[in-house]
């Protein structure tokens, strides 16, 4: 009897290793499942060779080359471009889940996460491959980013306005200062990623600050006031690349869908990790109008805006940077944690985060600047 336990157990650690994957993954900060690269792939039934300097994953006749610290790779002698960048830490290359799902035509039957652990079963729908065969990915999930033990004394909170080709705004004139490009918005991530900074919410901050839960080294708040659709088009799939959050701070009442942001569109935005701000519902100077009509502008709105996303809605930006004390004292009352102005300068964790000071982000910003302005804060 013994003697066939002994057997079993032996069968049983012989077996499973074979059937799952025991490397730990980790959810980024867009709740994305990011995966063990070499370990993942080798389950799908590829080899992995490290070629010339990058990564050579193969199946049969199927072939994906890329380097892990590029921004797009090579699949079926076309070059595209990663919805998530892969990311290096100890040692480990990890990529996306649905780089994985992409690349390996595999389709998603089931993903669970609950913090601790991750399931994914996956089933492939490519005939090149075994059609119809299934795979079952699992393991401890780790938290991937450092945090600092320290109390963070200031933040960078960079606020933006539009990210688009100016090209397509004729006689934008002065304007054009509160818009940057994409590829300009690109190249800022990606000097934030490559220098260590950590995209975090403005809830985080308050966090920290009230209850002391840590923030990773060198956080940045990125904020894009008034909610143009160029925020969910430019915007979110860099952000979503470069797994940064960002929060957006939008109009209740100028949701229109073209110029604006749609419902729609915020709704997916707030599901793919963005945080969601007010400001107010139709863009008034608060200082000008009477206080029951500022008051209505400042409750109304994230009434509306938690109502449609289905969740809270507790920083506000006010529109053209203007308050007043009274002001100020409605925002709080109205149940707001905290607000942002346009005074340029650094969120500090001694002011009142009912007026929190913002890093303007611009067109005439060349990376040199946008370098000066985020990191004179510095550590
Ligand atoms: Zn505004």
């Not at 918005?185 to 009230?210: I, P, S």
């Not at 650094?346 to 990376?367: C, H, P, S, W």
């Amino acid at each position: 009897m013994k003697g066939i336990r002994f057997l079993l157990l032996l069968l049983t650690a012989l077996v499973l290793p074979s059937l799952c994957q025991a490397a730990p993954a980790y959810l980024n900060n867009n709740q994305v499942l990011m995966l063990p690269l070499r370990q993942t792939f080798e389950t799908l039934g590829y080899t992995v060779h490290w070629f010339d300097g990058s990564i050579q994953l193969g199946r049969e006749e199927d072939k994906v080359i890329f380097q892990y610290d590029r921004e797009s790779y090579l699949h079926q002698d076309q070059v595209k471009p990663f919805a998530v960048l892969p990311r290096m830490m100890n040692s480990t290359i990890y990529v996306s889940q649905c780089f994985v799902e992409e690349v390996a035509s595999f389709t998603r039957e089931k993903k669970e996460t609950d913090g601790e652990q991750f399931k994914l079963v996956l089933k492939n729908d490519n005939s090149s491959g075994h059609p119809g065969s299934r795979h079952t990915l699992q393991g401890e999930l780790f938290h991937p980013y450092t945090y600092a033990d320290h109390a963070v004394q200031k933040v960078p909170v960079l606020m933006y306005h539009m990210v688009d080709d100016p090209a397509r705004y004729r006689g934008i004139g002065h304007y054009i200062r509160y818009l940057v490009h994409p590829d300009q918005f690109r190249a800022q991530l990606r000097w934030l990623r490559e220098n260590g900074y950590h995209a975090v919410t403005l809830q985080d901050l308050y966090a920290h600050r009230h209850r002391g839960k840590p923030l990773p080294e060198n956080p940045v708040i990125l904020t894009f006031d008034d909610g143009y659709a160029c925020a969910y088009q430019h915007a979110l799939p860099e952000l979503l690349r470069y797994d940064m959050v960002g929060t957006f701070f939008v109009c209740s009442e100028n949701m229109d869908g073209k110029r604006y942001l749609s419902a729609e569109m915020l709704v997916e935005m707030h599901e793919k990790g963005m945080e969601i701000g007010s400001h107010s519902m139709t863009h008034p100077n608060l200082a000008k109008i009477s206080l029951e009509q500022a008051a209505k502008e400042i409750t109304q709105s994230k009434a509306d805006l938690e109502a449609l996303i289905g969740g809270e809605v507790q920083f506000f930006s006010y529109p053209y940077g203007a308050f007043n004390p009274a002001i100020q004292h409605l925002v709080k009352k109205s149940g707001y944690l905290g607000a942002v102005t346009t005074s340029m300068g650094y969120a500090t964790m001694q002011e009142d985060m009912m007026k929190m000071n913002r890093v303007f982000i611009g067109y005439f910003d060349d990376l040199e600047q946008f370098a000066e302005k985020v990191g004179a804060v510095a550590h």
